[in-house]
């Protein structure tokens, strides 16, 4: 197997976070080499009614139109500053969102409301050094085509009909997975060992599928009051 990863990722996804988070580590310890790339929730869910998306919860639709936002100021920067940017620059702006204090109260509408709120890109960028004016992205919708793109590019190496985080191992012909769906990133030889099991499993030429529906929301000083109940939200 290849040491080449192309993760694909969404700044507001819970999931998509811890998964990252854990494949930081991997890449730490082993050589690996990792190209981030945007997958917009957004963008994947624009064929599903508001009306049917509000289902979740009131805010859910508003949390996926941050998450555009994000990667647009993502698509700014890897355009001026090249893709070596963009790793450092999604830990920045989901450290944004995720490593907030948790909201008052301690029901998944009160985090859902928080995923939604409009926040300032610009501290992200300071902290990595970029200009802040990249945060005026955020609103130029000429970038969503390129999105578009890399969001239907990144699906359909998997077969369609799947979400965020988006594993490409090997890219663009290796085989690629959605997932794994974790709650707390696994660090040290746990990391590895959960690594070992998807190289593993991607080595198998015609596994597709291990899956169950119920999943233990991200454990997240956001979501820390939310950790590791069961949800079915992804």
Same mark, same amino acid.
């Given at each position: 197997?290849?040491?080449?990863?192309?993760?694909?990722?969404?700044?507001?996804?819970?999931?998509?976070? *811890?998964?990252?988070?854990?494949v930081v580590e991997v890449a730490e310890k082993r050589p690996l080499q990792v190209t981030w790339r945007p997958?917009?929730?957004?963008?994947?869910?624009?064929?599903?009614?508001?009306?049917?998306?509000?289902?979740?919860?009131?805010?859910?639709?508003?949390?996926?139109?941050?998450?555009?936002?994000?990667?647009?100021?993502?698509?700014?920067?890897?355009?001026?500053?090249?893709?070596?940017?963009?790793?450092?620059?999604? #830990?920045?702006?989901?450290?944004?969102?995720?490593?907030?204090?948790?909201?008052?109260?301690?029901?998944?509408?009160?985090?859902?409301?928080?995923?939604?709120?409009?926040?300032?890109?610009?501290?992200?960028?300071?902290?990595?050094?970029?200009?802040?004016?990249?945060?005026?992205?955020?609103?130029?919708?000429s970038r969503d085509d390129d999105l578009r793109g890399e969001t239907q590019e990144?699906?359909?190496?998997?077969?369609?009909? *799947?979400? #965020?985080?988006?594993?490409?191992?090997?890219?663009?012909?290796?085989?690629?997975?959605?997932?794994?769906?974790?709650?707390?990133?696994?660090?040290?030889?746990?990391?590895?060992?959960?690594?070992?099991?998807?190289? #593993?499993?991607?080595?198998?030429?015609?596994?597709?599928?291990?899956?169950?529906? *119920?999943?233990?929301?991200?454990?997240?000083?956001?979501?820390?009051?939310?950790?590791?109940?069961? #949800?079915?939200?992804?």
């Open positions: 197997m290849s040491d080449h990863l192309e993760f694909f990722f969404d700044p507001i996804c819970p999931f998509c976070w *811890v998964t990252s988070r854990w997958l917009s929730l957004a963008i994947l869910n624009e064929d599903i009614s508001y009306e049917e998306r509000k289902k979740a919860s009131p805010e859910y639709p508003d949390s996926h139109v941050r998450g555009l936002e994000m990667l647009r100021v993502v698509h700014a920067a890897r355009e001026a500053h090249g893709p070596e940017v963009v790793g450092d620059l999604y #830990t920045a702006l989901g450290e944004l969102v995720w490593d907030a204090d948790p909201p008052e109260g301690d029901d998944f509408r009160a985090v859902m409301h928080e995923m939604a709120r409009p926040r300032d890109l610009r501290p992200a960028l300071e902290r990595v050094r970029l200009p802040t004016d990249l945060a005026d992205a955020a609103e130029d919708t990144a699906t359909e190496r998997c077969g369609g009909g *799947v979400g #965020t985080p988006i594993l490409s191992l090997a890219p663009p012909d290796g085989p690629a997975f959605f997932g794994p769906v974790i709650d707390a990133p696994p660090t040290g030889d746990d990391a590895l060992r959960l690594w070992d099991a998807v190289e #593993t499993l991607a080595q198998w030429g015609g596994f597709a599928e291990l899956k169950r529906t *119920v999943r233990s929301f991200p454990d997240t000083p956001l979501s820390s009051k939310l950790a590791r109940t069961e #949800t079915t939200v992804r």
